[in-house]
């Protein structure tokens, strides 16, 4: 009967269009087993691993004592917030996913930087699956606290929620935003959330790695995982979730006369500044290659510069087009400041006392890497990795297939229960 035939060819687009609205399932129809264990991946960003010995961490110490705990995760080159956040959820490096700095320039997109909204949010600048993205193929459902990269349409897809960032969101209201969604009936609840905590890195750039304020943000920090684990006990989820917590990369302390002047290394109106922080990296104007590259690829001390197509093969990093003709890096403890910006008294006396963006093989640079649930073995010490193969054991935890990356399963999967 032609009428039924209709009829239920409606209701195949109508469920096709509901499933495409409800981010259900993917285009080929495959929805996966849902897992039985939602996953948390939190970032401490800043948290160096070396801060645990410190005893203010006791309920990250508990879950790194009993679940799995990497001596340290190498940062990707550059050890930088964006970077590496997005290495962790795509399992690429920067020179493959395409946010190759903090601060960037595209020929077709022009620049991007932390504070701008427009660009964080277009989706043409983050490249690659995001965890989010291969989750949401599969037919699960994901939630983001803050994560870069969440507020972008990225292959057309954003996490089923987000928020756009907002440094002024407690650290409680965050992890109570974070409850509510995992207290949703099973049938909301998202499969994935993040969570993402700033306050370590702050303090560290502000004070140094070594402060007491530092100190002070290790405990602040450990007592809102501290509201996550009550607060899932609340709602009956303890021992029912996987948490993966990383950090994005350490921190090192500044030498305040160790500082370069940019006006010192080489005239600024011969290049196009790009970025200007640890790593400083710029394009010569046309025609000025020659002076540019004689001034910045001479020796010096505290700076190192190559083109891009010389960087040392451990970075993994230059054949991305948004990468700069030159890069240059500091070595640790350095700084480059403007000479109109540089007042040596001030800065003596003042300023940023700690950073990163140095080598990610510096010790200084070291992440965090710690794994507690259901999914994850108990009582297991592991030897450093590299953060692209944390994404594939974030797939496992989910029971996704991963998308293709730079990352091995094999890498981690010792830790899967
Ligand atoms: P960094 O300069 O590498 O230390 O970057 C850390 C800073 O990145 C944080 O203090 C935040 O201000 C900023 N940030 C972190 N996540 C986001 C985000 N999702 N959107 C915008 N800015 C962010
Ligand atoms: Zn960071
Ligand atoms: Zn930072």
């Known amino acids: 009967m032609p009428n039924e035939g209709a009829a239920a060819a409606c209701l195949l687009v109508l469920a096709l269009l509901l499933g495409a609205c409800s981010g259900a399932p993917s285009a080929s129809g495959e929805r996966a087993q849902a897992p039985s264990h939602p996953l948390i991946l939190l970032s401490l960003d800043g948290f160096h691993p070396d801060y645990l010995d410190r005893g203010l961490s006791p ?46 320039l595209d020929p077709l997109l022009g620049r991007f930087a932390l504070h701008d909204r427009d660009a964080v949010g277009d989706g043409r600048w983050w490249g690659g699956e995001p965890l989010w993205v291969s989750a949401r ?58 969570l993402y905590l700033e306050a370590v890195d702050t303090t560290g750039h502000l004070y140094g790695p070594d402060s007491a304020e530092v100190d002070g943000a290790l405990a602040a920090v450990d007592a809102a995982l501290g509201r996550l684990l009550d607060g899932l006990a609340e709602i009956g989820l303890t021992g029912a979730v996987n948490l993966v917590i990383v950090s994005d990369h350490g921190m090192a302390q500044v030498d305040p006369a160790r500082t370069l002047v940019l ?50 093969p451990q970075w993994r990093f230059g054949s991305h087009p948004r990468v700069p003709a030159i890069v240059c890096l500091l070595e640790e403890g350095w700084r480059v400041r403007r000479r109109e910006r540089f007042n040596p008294w001030q800065d003596r006396s003042g300023g ?59 890498v981690t999967a010792a830790m899967l229960r």
């Open 263 to 312: 006006e010192d290394l080489v005239d600024p109106s011969l290049v196009e500044i790009v970025g200007l922080s640890e790593i400083l990296s710029f394009n010569p104007r046309p025609g000025r290659t020659a002076e540019a590259e004689s001034a910045l690829l001479a020796e010096r001390e505290g700076l190192t510069c190559h083109r891009r197509t010389e960087t040392p």
């Open 352 to 410: 940023n006392r700690g950073a990163h963006g140095y080598d990610p093989l510096s010790p200084s640079m070291r992440a965090l890497f710690v794994a507690h649930g259901p999914g994850l073995a108990s009582g297991l010490l592991v030897d450093p990795f590299d953060n692209v193969h944390v994404y594939p054991l974030l797939a496992a935890l989910l029971g996704i297939a991963p998308a293709p990356g730079d990352g091995d399963p094999a």
């Open 137 to 194: 193929r599969a037919g699960l459902r994901s939630a983001t606290l803050f994560w870069p990269g969440s507020e972008a349409a990225i292959g057309g897809y954003r996490p089923d929620r987000w928020l756009p960032y907002d440094a002024a969101l407690s650290m409680s209201d965050r992890v109570d935003r974070v409850l509510a969604w995992l207290a949703l009936p099973p049938a909301r609840r998202p499969h994935l959330v993040t």
């Open 59 to 104: 309920r990250l110490q508990a879950l790194a004592d009993d679940g799995v705990r990497a001596r340290w995760l190498n940062p990707s080159f550059p050890s930088k917030t964006f970077p590496n956040h997005y290495t962790v959820v795509t399992g690429l490096r920067p020179d493959r996913h395409g946010i190759v700095d903090n601060t960037m």
